[in-house]
C-alpha cells in the first residue's frame, strides 16, 4: 500500500503544479501589458507586486489579479479592507497609485488590517489600444452594479440626467458584465469592511455609507459627488450598508507627487483606524471623549 501511495503521489500533485505554473503565465503575461501600458508602472513593479490570479475573467478573458495581505499570527486585523482601482480603464492614475501602495504594504504591512487589492478591475478598458472608461462590451462598469427597479433608475438616469452618453451606458440590466459580477461575487466572499475605490479626476474625496467618511485625504477634501443608481458606491454603500470611500485623484493621466501619494495613504490608514467597524469608530468616539473631559 505504501509503494503504491508513493507512486500516486507525483500523478496527484501534476495537476496543482501544472495550474500553479499557468497561473504564473498569466500574470507575467499580464504584467507585461500593464508594464507596456503605464509609464509609472513597470513590468518588474508589476511582477515584484506577486499578484495572484483570480477567478475572475473579463469580456475578453483577462484574468483580474489580487494580491492579499492576510492577518498575521502575532496580531489580530481591526477589520478587512478591499481596495480595488482601474473600475474605469481611462483612469490610468487609479491603477498606478494602488501599485504604490502595493510597494508600501509589501514593506509595513503590519497586521492592523486584512487586505485585499485589486490593482485593475477593467484590463480590457485600460489595456486596449486607445484606453477607455467602459469595458469591452462599453459597459460601465461602475454603472452596472444591483439597483432596485434597474428600468427607472439606472437606465432612467443615463437617459434623463446622462443624456445617453454612452461612456456612462448601465447596461440592459445589473451585473451584465462578467467583472461587476466577479466584484459582487468576491465581496460576499471576502466581507470586507471597508471598500476603497479609486478613481479620476475629480480631486475630492467620495464617501457611501454609514457613519462618517473622511474629511480629507491628502490634499483631496470630502465631497458628496452624489449616489448614482448602479455605482459601487451605491450598491456597497447604501444597500448593504459598507462603508465605501472613493479616493478621485486630481489626474487621469498625470500621479500625484510621492509626497502626495504618502500623505493620501496615511491619512487613509488613520481613518481606517478610527472607522473601519462600529467597534473601533465607537472606541474613538470614547477616547476623544475621555480626552475632552480630562483636566488641563
Same mark, same amino acid.
Given at each position: 500500500?505504501?509503494?503504491?501511495?508513493?507512486?500516486?503521489?507525483?500523478?496527484?500533485?501534476?495537476?496543482?503544479?501544472?495550474?500553479?505554473?499557468?497561473?504564473?503565465?498569466?500574470?507575467?503575461?499580464?504584467?507585461?501589458?500593464?508594464?507596456?501600458?503605464?509609464?509609472?508602472?513597470?513590468? @518588474?513593479?508589476?511582477?515584484?507586486?506577486?499578484?495572484?490570479?483570480?477567478?475572475?475573467?473579463?469580456?475578453?478573458?483577462?484574468?483580474?489579479?489580487?494580491?492579499?495581505?492576510?492577518?498575521?499570527?502575532?496580531?489580530?486585523?481591526?477589520? !478587512?479592507?478591499?481596495?480595488?482601482?482601474?473600475?474605469?480603464?481611462?483612469?490610468?492614475?487609479?491603477?498606478?497609485?494602488?501599485? !504604490?501602495?502595493?510597494?508600501?504594504?509589501?514593506?509595513?504591512?503590519? &497586521?492592523?488590517?486584512?487586505?485585499?487589492?485589486?490593482?485593475?478591475?477593467?484590463?480590457?478598458?485600460?489595456?486596449?489600444? !486607445?484606453?477607455?472608461?467602459?469595458?469591452?462590451?462599453?459597459?460601465?462598469?461602475?454603472?452596472?452594479?444591483?439597483?432596485?427597479?434597474?428600468?427607472?433608475?439606472?437606465?432612467?438616469?443615463?437617459?434623463?440626467?446622462?443624456?445617453?452618453?454612452?461612456?456612462?451606458?448601465?447596461?440592459?440590466?445589473?451585473?451584465?458584465?462578467?467583472?461587476?459580477?466577479?466584484?459582487?461575487?468576491?465581496?460576499?466572499?471576502?466581507?470586507?469592511?471597508?471598500?476603497?475605490?479609486?478613481?479620476?479626476?475629480?480631486?475630492?474625496?467620495?464617501?457611501?455609507?454609514?457613519?462618517? &467618511?473622511?474629511?480629507?485625504?491628502?490634499?483631496?477634501?470630502?465631497?458628496?459627488?452624489?449616489?448614482?443608481?448602479?455605482?459601487?458606491?451605491?450598491?456597497?454603500?447604501?444597500?448593504?450598508?459598507?462603508?465605501?470611500?472613493?479616493?478621485?485623484?486630481?489626474?487621469?493621466?498625470?500621479?500625484?507627487?510621492?509626497?502626495?501619494?504618502?500623505?493620501?495613504?496615511?491619512?487613509?490608514?488613520?481613518?481606517?483606524?478610527?472607522?473601519?467597524?462600529?467597534?473601533?469608530?465607537?472606541?474613538?468616539? !470614547?477616547?476623544?471623549?475621555? @480626552?475632552?473631559?480630562?483636566?488641563?
Amino acid at each position: 500500500m505504501l509503494a503504491i501511495k508513493r507512486l500516486l503521489l507525483p500523478v496527484l500533485l501534476l495537476p496543482i503544479s501544472l495550474y500553479a505554473e499557468y497561473d504564473a503565465e498569466l500574470v507575467e503575461q499580464e504584467c507585461q501589458r500593464i508594464g507596456g501600458k503605464l509609464g509609472s508602472v513597470s513590468v @518588474q513593479d508589476c511582477l515584484d507586486a506577486d499578484l495572484t490570479v483570480t477567478s475572475g475573467r473579463s469580456n475578453k478573458n483577462a484574468p483580474i489579479l489580487l494580491k492579499e495581505y492576510p492577518p498575521l499570527p502575532t496580531r489580530n486585523p481591526l477589520g !478587512k479592507v478591499l481596495l480595488v482601482g482601474g473600475i474605469h480603464g481611462d483612469e490610468y492614475s487609479s491603477v498606478s497609485i494602488v501599485f !504604490k501602495w502595493l510597494r508600501t504594504l509589501d514593506i509595513h504591512h503590519s &497586521g492592523m488590517f486584512h487586505w485585499n487589492i485589486v490593482p485593475v478591475l477593467n484590463p480590457d478598458g485600460l489595456l486596449q489600444r !486607445k484606453s477607455q472608461r467602459v469595458n469591452a462590451n462599453d459597459i460601465d462598469l461602475n454603472r452596472n452594479f444591483p439597483v432596485d427597479d434597474w428600468e427607472n433608475t439606472a437606465l432612467a438616469h443615463w437617459k434623463n440626467y446622462r443624456g445617453s452618453n454612452p461612456r456612462y451606458y448601465p447596461g440592459e440590466q445589473a451585473l451584465s458584465e462578467p467583472e461587476s459580477r466577479w466584484l459582487v461575487e468576491h465581496i460576499d466572499q471576502f466581507q470586507p469592511d471597508v471598500i476603497v475605490a479609486v478613481h479620476a479626476p475629480y480631486g475630492v474625496v467620495d464617501y457611501d455609507g454609514p457613519r462618517n &467618511g473622511p474629511y480629507k485625504l491628502g490634499r483631496l477634501y470630502l465631497n458628496l459627488l452624489g449616489t448614482y443608481p448602479g455605482s459601487l458606491g451605491n450598491y456597497a454603500g447604501i444597500k448593504r450598508k459598507i462603508p465605501v470611500v472613493t479616493i478621485e485623484l486630481p489626474y487621469a493621466g498625470i500621479m500625484p507627487t510621492s509626497q502626495e501619494i504618502n500623505s493620501i495613504w496615511r491619512d487613509m490608514i488613520r481613518w481606517l483606524m478610527q472607522n473601519i467597524t462600529e467597534e473601533a469608530y465607537n472606541n474613538s468616539i !470614547k477616547l476623544a471623549q475621555d @480626552q475632552d473631559a480630562a483636566p488641563s
